[in-house]
């Protein structure tokens, strides 16, 4: 069971716009916490997406873009490539306990 | 750019201990904390711990009693140990770099516990 809920799966045709959300709690996103996003192409180590809840690292296209609000975060992809179906995670920090890493349980995307 | 390379025993026993070592290429050791993220077989990122270039720790609340994690910055190398392994440490773990998010992953070490 993951701190952060993801939906298990979405999917899209290309071309379409699809979100992807990130629901936490009053000790992670809700008290402040960034969220970062992290896309992980099969067989391969995940890369990062979004970072601080709506910055992308060089080289990641605009189509990429994130949002947050209260307890929640999203990601959101426009103009859906056949090259974007890939495994989609959240990351975020907790202050319960002593204070971790959190991470979603990951949501795959597939392009119809 | 920083690069991430690590290595370690893939096949365990029950009881035995894990331990897996990430060496950092082209980078500025000191400037993020280097941690440790393991991925279950088709499941979801779990944090296991980090550490910077002082030897400062931070570990999962969950796996805190069994982790223990190092540096040698005269290799700008970390490592990861934990004891005693169980079937359910069974996963691909990763090494990975950042200060708050992590922007370089290493390529991902195997790790299957089995009696």
């Known amino acids: 069971q993951s701190v952060l809920t993801q939906p298990p799966s979405v999917s899209g045709a290309p071309g379409q716009r699809v979100t992807i959300s990130c629901t936490g709690s009053s000790s992670n996103i809700g008290a402040g916490y960034d969220v970062h996003w992290y896309q992980q192409l099969p067989g391969t180590a995940p890369k990062l997406l979004i970072y601080?809840?709506?910055n992308r690292p060089s080289g990641v296209p605009d189509r990429f873009s994130g949002s947050k609000s209260g307890t929640s975060a999203s990601l959101a992809i426009t103009g859906l490539q056949a090259e974007d179906e890939a495994d989609y995670f959240c990351q975020s920090y907790d202050s319960s306990l002593s204070g971790y890493v959190v991470f979603g349980g990951g949501t795959k995307l597939t392009v119809l | 750019q920083v690069q991430l390379q690590q290595w370690g025993a893939g096949l365990l026993k029950p009881s035995e201990t894990l331990s897996l070592t990430c060496t950092v290429y082209?980078?500025?050791?000191?400037?993020?904390?280097w941690t440790w993220i393991r991925q279950p077989p088709g499941k979801g990122l779990e944090w296991i711990g980090e550490i910077n270039h002082s030897g400062n720790t931070n570990y999962n609340p969950s796996l805190k009693s069994r982790v223990t994690m190092s540096v040698d910055t005269s290799k700008n190398q970390f490592s990861l140990k934990m004891r005693p392994v169980t079937v359910a440490d069974t996963g691909l773990y990763y090494c990975a770099g950042g200060d708050g998010w992590f922007f370089r992953w290493g390529q991902g070490t195997v790790v299957s516990v089995s009696s």
């Open positions: 082209r980078g500025s050791f000191s400037d993020y904390y």
């Open positions: 601080d809840n709506n």
